[in-house]
């Protein structure tokens, strides 16, 4: 089953693009890290705001709080669709690096996410 893809867009024949399961899944995932709470109209907890740790000092410290807060957020807004496994944060020289082990509720397959954050600094 195909889905809408994320960001939308219109792909080569002038329709509007799709994506499979797997990549709709990884946007959804996307979306939700990424979104700053308060960013959308009438959903104002949606969202981890991992976009905002660009302008945060980079730390061990960090890497724990932002551990807990990605879970949490995938937990409360993609307990549907996912089982969040683990989620392990390493604070690198000049990103955040997030690494997400979940399974699928859908077919019980088990998957990895890796998404760095850059920007941030020591």
């Known amino acids: 089953m195909d889905t809408l893809d994320f960001p939308y867009r219109v792909d080569g024949h002038g329709r509007t693009a799709t ?7 990884r946007d959804l995932i996307e979306q939700v890290l990424f979104t700053a709470p308060g960013e959308r109209v009438m959903r104002p907890d949606f969202g981890c705001g991992l976009a905002q740790l660009v302008f945060e000092p980079n730390s061990v410290t960090l890497a724990a709080t932002t551990q807990m807060l990605v879970q949490s957020s995938l937990q409360q807004h993609l307990s549907h669709l996912i089982a969040v496994d683990a989620v392990d944060v390493q ?23 890796s998404l760095a954050v ?5």
């Not at 994506?19 to 899944?25: E, K, P, Q, V, W």
């Not at 604070?91 to 996410?113: C, K, M």
């Not at 850059?118 to 020591?122: D, I, K, Q």
Request: charge should be negative; avoid cysteine.
């Open 91 to 113: 604070a690198d020289d000049a990103a955040l690096r997030v690494d997400i082990a979940f399974t699928v509720l859908d077919d019980g397959t088990a998957r990895t996410l």
């Open 118 to 122: 850059p920007g941030a600094s020591s």
């Open 19 to 25: 994506t499979g399961a797997a990549d709709h899944l």
